[in-house]
């Protein structure tokens, strides 16, 4: 009943994934909206929640 096992394979953590490779994933899921800003443009985010605004500086 438990985790099924692959041998000689090992489960990659989380924390093993760059930031870029996570932003990628979630980007392409269902109900998630991204914006891309330019270098030193400002923007104002406005949402109606339930809501998790992330700003990821790169």
Sequence with gaps: ???KQVVGLS???IS???TSELVDELS???GVETSTLA???EAVVKVSGPAKVL???D
Aim: hydrophobic share 35%; charged share 35%; proline share 6%.
């Design 16 to 18: 093993d994934f760059q």
């Design 11 to 13: 489960k990659k953590q």
């Design 28 to 30: 392409q899921r269902e």
């Design 39 to 41: 270098p030193y443009v």
């Design 55 to 57: 700003a990821i500086i």
């Design 1 to 3: 009943m438990g985790e």
